[in-house]
């Protein structure tokens, strides 16, 4: 660790105010264990529960949208997870749990995917779910293009209905099919107004949104399964993380999650503090379509120019996992550590190749990111600043708000490098590599490999799962020796939670599930 450029780092960032101030460690639990939890030391006492049933929960960006099939961001699906749900639903532990459907089976072929619709599963607006409803639904999320994955796999099914039964039958083999299927979600076919009054079956219905401000969830007392112990959760919309921990600091809030040891670390109400990861591919991701970032020998030069140790070390406190590639540790069957190694801190290497590309003499460009993520992504963004400074490159950092973050930044590609986070919806190998396709609409960065569509192509079709493994972990060999983003890490999560509450479950996606969380 270069601890002259640190000292630097934080010199500056002190000088601008956007670190917190002292305060007590809350827990020193490790990073990456599934679930643990650890109340802090000598810390103020938590104020009690201020609502017997209901909870406020601290958010750090405003919604999309309420619409399911136009929702296009982690944030906003991690909280509609509990308004909607599909035919089944994702458990905690992976698995999938029948939920719109009573049951579902599969054909020895694995070509038959059939779901039986449970007796008695009424809307939030009071009508019952139908077969109609159903049909309507997967129509609908076929033709959105918010989650092309999801369409493609779902178009790709002949869709029809037998008394109860809602039966897929596919072409060939999709083992991933059941992850697709948990995405499109039930809706009343007759309503019209999801985008401003959303209505679905889950545990939770919507009872108001305020733009900027909040989004307020009552219990569904019709809900067909265990409901939820909460009679209210408001999800209160912050426009930073630190004016949110000020909040969850003053007991404010009781509950936050997503945090980085850093955050925690400043906290002193004595609020319990669970640990886990946040199953994020976090990356300075370039924009492969613009000038220098065009050039190949470019982007591998900033590879070995960032020193990903020093930065994981001064932005998220040495916790986390490299990653290497767009792929996260808990995807085991693909995630391969040792790409993360590919790429050791070389400065001479680095200004050899910016030589070679014709750079000898640098560049300049600008750093992206959204200002509601100024922890870690801010200081991510001054860390690689200074790193590559040594090599003659002058990145600008441009921190703007999410909203024109989503709009120029991710739709527009009016960006040369950002810093962020990609999860998926779905739990599979392609909700994390379809998007680097050439011609995938989510392809923000530009990437462009004819090796890598072939592979990801043959890997969608493969049947073997030992091939198709292979195929996908080929991708993700291609984006390293592309050197297609800087790949950082996947973030350690901290979830800070009122001592009174308990209940709260990690999923291996971005889900927040409220339905299981109550008062001790």
């Not at 999938?96 to 459907?101: F, L, Q, R």
């Not at 220098?292 to 930065?311: G, H, S």
């Not at 460009?365 to 600043?385: L, N, R, V, W």
């Not at 192509?457 to 080929?474: F, G």
């Amino acid at each position: 660790m270069k601890k002259p450029i640190l000292a630097a780092i934080l010199a500056v960032v002190l000088a601008m105010g956007s670190l917190c101030g002292c305060g007590g460690a809350t827990s020193e639990a490790p990073a990456n264990s599934s679930e643990n939890s650890a109340s802090s030391g000598e810390a103020t006492p938590a104020p009690e529960a201020k609502h017997a049933n209901e909870i406020v929960v601290g958010i750090p960006q405003d919604l999309d949208s309420l619409d399911p099939f136009q929702m296009g961001t982690a944030g906003t699906r991690e909280v509609m997870f509990n308004v909607f749900e599909g035919l089944i639903k994702l458990n905690p532990d992976g698995s999938y749990a029948d939920a719109v459907a009573s049951s579902h089976s599969v054909s020895e072929d694995g070509l038959t995917y059939t779901f039986t619709l449970r007796d008695g599963v009424v809307f939030h607006n009071g009508k019952a779910a139908t077969a109609d409803d159903v049909l309507y639904s997967i129509n609908t999320c076929v033709a959105s293009t918010v989650n092309e994955s999801v369409a493609a796999a779902l178009s790709a099914a002949e869709v029809s209905v037998d008394g109860n039964d809602i039966v897929f039958t596919l072409g060939e083999t999709n083992t991933d099919f059941l992850a697709y299927v948990s995405n499109a979600y039930i809706v009343p076919a007759d309503y019209s107004a999801q985008a401003t009054a959303p209505v679905g079956t889950g545990p939770f219905k919507f009872e108001s949104y305020s733009v900027q401000d909040s989004l307020v969830l009552s219990k569904n007392q019709d809900y067909y399964g265990t409901p939820a112990q909460l009679d209210k959760v408001t999800f209160k919309i912050f426009a930073s993380t630190d004016a949110e921990l000020m909040a969850l600091d003053s007991g404010a809030l009781d509950m936050v999650a997503h945090l980085q040891y850093d955050q925690i670390s400043t906290l002193s109400n004595g609020y319990t503090v669970l640990d886990g990861t946040m199953n994020l591919a976090v990356a300075m991701y370039l924009n492969n379509a613009v000038a220098p970032f065009d050039n190949m020998l470019v982007r591998q030069a900033l590879c070995y120019a960032v020193d990903i140790d020093e930065i994981m070390a001064f932005a998220t406190g040495g916790q986390g996992v490299k990653i290497g590639s767009s792929m996260f540790p808990n995807f085991g069957k693909y995630f391969d550590a040792s790409l993360a190694e590919n790429y050791p801190h070389n400065v001479e290497k680095a200004k050899e190749l910016l030589a070679e590309a014709g750079y000898a003499d640098g560049f300049s460009f600008k750093i992206t990111y959204a200002t509601e993520y100024e922890h870690p992504y801010g200081d991510m963004a001054a860390a690689i600043q200074q790193e590559l400074a040594q090599v003659g490159i002058t990145a600008e950092l441009n921190p703007i708000e999410w909203a024109s973050w989503y709009s120029d930044v991710y739709k527009g590609r009016s960006f040369d490098a950002t810093l962020v986070g990609f999860d998926t919806s779905v739990l599979s190998a392609t909700g994390m590599l379809q998007r680097w396709t050439s011609n995938a609409s989510k392809n923000m960065i530009g990437f462009s490999n004819a090796e890598y569509d072939e592979a990801y192509a043959a890997a969608v079709a493969c049947t073997d799962d030992a091939e198709q493994t292979a195929l996908y972990k080929r991708c993700l060999e291609i984006l390293n020796e592309d050197a297609a983003n800087v790949y950082i890490q996947d973030l350690a999560e901290y979830v800070v939670i009122n001592p009174a509450l308990e209940g709260y479950h990690f999923y291996p996606l971005y889900i927040m599930d409220m339905s299981t969380i109550c008062v001790k």
